[in-house]
């Protein structure tokens, strides 16, 4: 398994951007397909949903109908690097967003084998 840390959360206005990374600290994303999914806080029974995910080569990327066309998910696995650029960001975008490593490109949380810990994204006015 690959361990992995997000980073670049924060505090942004409705509109702005904001980019996440996910770094391997352990191991190596070579083999993964990598996956960005949130928690809102007030998400029943914490459950966290598909936010973006890319392929083990990056030719394929899928994304969310909530997020599609604002948000891109990208990979340079020379750095063992996930990002995820974030613009136009809403209200409905404030969660902790977690990068998972898999597989396969799914869209089900179950299917992704390691997780990092999650970084806080907070959208206010």
């Known amino acids: 398994q690959v361990k992995l840390d997000e980073s670049g959360g924060g505090l942004v206005q409705p509109g702005a951007s904001l980019r996440l990374s996910c770094a391997a600290s352990?191991?190596?994303?070579?083999?993964?397909?990598l996956g960005w999914f949130r928690q809102a806080p007030t998400a029943p029974g914490k459950e966290r949903k598909f936010v973006a995910a890319i392929s083990r080569n990056g030719d394929e990327t899928r994304y969310a109908a909530s997020v599609k066309g604002r948000f891109t998910i990208s990979r340079d696995d020379a750095k063992n690097t996930l990002y995820m650029q974030m613009k136009t960001m809403k209200f409905a975008d404030a969660a902790v967003y977690y990068c998972?490593?898999?597989?396969?490109?799914?869209?089900?949380?179950?299917?992704?084998?390691?997780w990092g810990q999650g970084t806080q994204v907070t959208v206010s006015s």
């Open positions: 352990e191991g190596s994303f070579s083999g993964y397909a």
């Open positions: 998972a490593a898999g597989p396969m490109v799914y869209e089900d949380p179950l299917a992704f084998d390691s």
